[in-house]
């Protein structure tokens, strides 16, 4: 099992950094090193996540597979944001949105699979935590893209955020993870909360800054998402992996 994922994965591994060396990255380019950096710590994290697949009981597989898929995605996104950025020096906003698109309701899922795996929970918690996310990230790029207007778009990202905060604090989610999940889980769950609330305030805070307060530089903008990136996919997953681990070992 283990030499069968190993043997289909370490190929896509290998072939994303490839298809990314068309551009020359200057030592001196921090923003673009940082591009790096955060690829290889998102394949690094793929990888554990895929190998501590093994090592957990059944039911808490899928909740380990699809955090491993968090940082296989935004790895192979991270190899081709930093080459947009060293060829162009330009911000690779369309292809921030669409890892984020993909890897954040795949974050969203892990909120109802690690409540699903110990206890009883209705399919509505997965539904309202991926619609807060379309409409949080749609108003966002629709903002920065310019195909709104700015303070709309932060308006609209706004609204879908705090509609994820309700669900996750005093929706049915907050309910069910504080009254019927085993320690391990809860202690889980609060602290991926606690990352929705205050790791994903680096965004909006990075929106404001660059589009409403007279505007960052591309050079900070990008530095702020790509540490928050790290930290925001990395450590969940990680929270994840500390309770599917405990529990597994109960
Ligand atoms: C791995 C990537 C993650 C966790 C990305 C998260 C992105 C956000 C939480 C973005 C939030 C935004 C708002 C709350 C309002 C303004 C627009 C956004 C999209 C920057």
């Known amino acids: 099992m283990g030499s069968r994922i190993l043997g289909f994965l370490t190929p896509i591994l290998l072939l994303a950094p490839v298809s990314g060396f068309a551009a020359q990255l200057d030592p001196t380019d921090s923003v673009g090193i ?11 994290a793929t990888v554990f996540f895929l190998m501590e697949t093994l090592n957990v009981s059944s039911k808490w597989r899928t909740s380990m597979v699809v955090g491993a898929l968090v940082t296989l995605v935004a790895a192979v996104h991270y190899f081709y944001m930093r080459d947009v950025w060293v060829a162009t020096g330009e911000s690779p906003t369309v292809f921030r949105y669409v890892d984020w698109l993909i890897t954040v309701p795949l974050q969203m ?31 966002g790029y629709l903002g920065e893209a310019g195909f709104i207007n700015v303070t709309t778009g932060f308006v609209i990202g706004m ?16 309910k069910v993870s504080s009254e019927n999940a ?20 680096i965004y ?11 505007g960052a530089d591309a050079n900070t903008l990008n530095i ?25 070992n109960a």
Not at 204 to 214: D, K, V
Not at 225 to 248: G, H, M, P, Q, R
Request: with cysteine.
């Open 224 to 248: 702020i998402y790509n540490v928050a990136d790290v930290i925001n996919k990395i450590a969940f997953c990680l929270a994840i992996w500390a309770c599917a681990t405990k529990e597994s």
């Open 109 to 139: 899922i892990e909120f109802y699979l690690i409540l699903a795996a110990c206890t009883a929970i209705s399919l509505g918690v997965f539904w309202r935590l991926l619609v807060g996310t379309v409409v949080m990230l749609m108003g």
């Open 159 to 174: 609204l879908g955020w705090l509609f994820i905060l309700y669900e996750i604090f005093m929706g049915e989610a907050g």
């Open 34 to 44: 940082s591009f790096w950096v955060i690829s290889m710590c998102m394949v690094a």
């Open 182 to 201: 085993p320690e391990s889980v809860k202690a889980s769950f609060n602290i991926m909360r606690l990352i929705v609330t205050i790791g994903w305030a």
């Open 204 to 214: 909006p805070l990075g929106y404001f800054m660059g589009y409403l307060a007279g």
